[in-house]
Protein backbone atom coordinates (compact mmCIF):
# COMPACT_ATOMS: atom_id res chain seq x y z
CA UNK A 1 0.00 0.00 0.00
CA UNK A 2 2.78 2.25 0.65
CA UNK A 3 4.40 1.87 -2.88
CA UNK A 4 0.88 2.76 -4.13
CA UNK A 5 0.90 5.85 -2.54
CA UNK A 6 4.54 6.90 -3.75
CA UNK A 7 2.92 6.98 -6.93
CA UNK A 8 -0.11 8.72 -6.26
CA UNK A 9 2.08 11.05 -4.71
CA UNK A 10 5.02 11.65 -7.46
CA UNK A 11 1.44 11.72 -10.44
CA UNK A 12 0.45 14.82 -8.08
CA UNK A 13 3.67 16.67 -7.90
CA UNK A 14 4.22 15.93 -12.14
CA UNK A 15 1.01 17.16 -12.76
CA UNK A 16 1.49 20.05 -10.18
CA UNK A 17 4.52 20.85 -12.47
CA UNK A 18 2.85 20.40 -15.65
CA UNK A 19 0.18 22.73 -14.60
CA UNK A 20 2.56 25.65 -13.55
CA UNK A 21 4.90 25.07 -17.14
CA UNK A 22 1.81 25.46 -19.10
CA UNK A 23 -0.17 28.44 -17.33
CA UNK A 24 3.35 30.01 -17.04
CA UNK A 25 3.09 30.82 -20.33
CA UNK A 26 -0.25 32.66 -20.29
CA UNK A 27 1.43 35.66 -18.64
CA UNK A 28 4.17 35.56 -21.32
CA UNK A 29 2.01 35.66 -24.38
CA UNK A 30 -0.05 38.43 -22.89
CA UNK A 31 3.10 40.81 -21.57
CA UNK A 32 4.53 40.17 -25.57
CA UNK A 33 0.91 41.23 -26.84
CA UNK A 34 0.74 43.83 -24.66
CA UNK A 35 4.01 45.35 -25.28
CA UNK A 36 4.63 43.70 -28.65
CA UNK A 37 8.19 43.26 -28.10
CA UNK A 38 9.29 39.34 -29.12
CA UNK A 39 13.05 40.30 -29.79
CA UNK A 40 14.56 38.45 -26.85
CA UNK A 41 12.43 35.07 -27.90
CA UNK A 42 14.48 33.05 -29.99
CA UNK A 43 12.97 31.03 -32.84
CA UNK A 44 14.72 28.01 -31.75
CA UNK A 45 12.78 28.07 -28.02
CA UNK A 46 9.48 28.38 -29.65
CA UNK A 47 10.02 25.49 -32.34
CA UNK A 48 11.63 22.90 -29.40
CA UNK A 49 8.65 23.95 -27.30
CA UNK A 50 6.28 23.88 -29.95
CA UNK A 51 7.18 20.37 -31.14
CA UNK A 52 7.62 19.02 -27.35
CA UNK A 53 3.83 20.06 -26.91
CA UNK A 54 2.80 18.66 -29.36
CA UNK A 55 4.62 15.18 -28.61
CA UNK A 56 2.73 15.36 -24.94
CA UNK A 57 -0.28 16.08 -26.71
CA UNK A 58 -0.38 13.41 -28.84
CA UNK A 59 1.43 11.03 -26.20
CA UNK A 60 -1.61 12.61 -24.02
CA UNK A 61 -4.50 11.33 -26.39
CA UNK A 62 -3.26 7.93 -27.00
CA UNK A 63 -2.99 6.99 -23.34
CA UNK A 64 -6.50 8.44 -22.27
CA UNK A 65 -4.81 11.41 -20.17
CA UNK A 66 -7.49 13.73 -20.92
CA UNK A 67 -6.80 16.31 -18.05
CA UNK A 68 -2.71 16.09 -19.50
CA UNK A 69 -4.28 16.70 -23.24
CA UNK A 70 -6.27 19.56 -21.92
CA UNK A 71 -3.27 21.15 -20.09
CA UNK A 72 -0.48 20.64 -23.52
CA UNK A 73 -3.46 22.03 -25.73
CA UNK A 74 -3.45 25.11 -24.06
CA UNK A 75 0.71 25.16 -24.26
CA UNK A 76 0.60 24.20 -27.92
CA UNK A 77 -2.07 27.41 -28.54
CA UNK A 78 0.55 29.53 -26.55
CA UNK A 79 3.79 28.58 -28.60
CA UNK A 80 1.57 29.00 -32.37
CA UNK A 81 0.20 32.78 -30.65
CA UNK A 82 3.96 33.40 -29.20
CA UNK A 83 5.17 32.37 -32.82
CA UNK A 84 2.41 35.28 -34.72
CA UNK A 85 3.31 37.40 -32.44
CA UNK A 86 7.08 37.37 -32.98
CA UNK A 87 6.35 37.31 -36.88
CA UNK A 88 4.73 40.28 -36.51
CA UNK A 89 6.41 42.38 -34.08
CA UNK A 90 10.24 41.62 -34.44
CA UNK A 91 10.33 43.75 -37.75
CA UNK A 92 9.18 46.64 -36.59
CA UNK A 93 10.60 46.49 -32.89
CA UNK A 94 13.72 46.52 -34.90
CA UNK A 95 13.06 49.24 -37.34
CA UNK A 96 12.00 51.13 -33.83
CA UNK A 97 15.59 50.28 -32.59
CA UNK A 98 17.09 51.84 -35.42
CA UNK A 99 15.76 55.10 -35.37
CA UNK A 100 16.19 55.29 -31.92
CA UNK A 101 20.23 54.73 -32.10
CA UNK A 102 19.77 57.84 -34.96
CA UNK A 103 18.36 59.77 -32.60
CA UNK A 104 20.44 59.37 -29.46
CA UNK A 105 23.70 59.86 -32.01
CA UNK A 106 21.71 63.28 -33.59
CA UNK A 107 21.74 64.33 -29.83
CA UNK A 108 25.14 63.43 -28.92
CA UNK A 109 26.54 65.11 -32.40
CA UNK A 110 24.76 67.99 -31.58
Known amino acids: MDILQDKTLYYTLLLFANFLIVFSMIPLVYETSLLKMTLN ?3 FTLVCLGIAFIIFTFISFIRGYWVHMF ?5 VICVIILFINKQ ?3 GKNIILKKEIKEIKYKLEKS
Request: hydrophobic share 55%; net charge neutral; proline share 9%.
Open 88 to 90: KYD
Open 71 to 75: IYIIA
Open 41 to 43: IPF
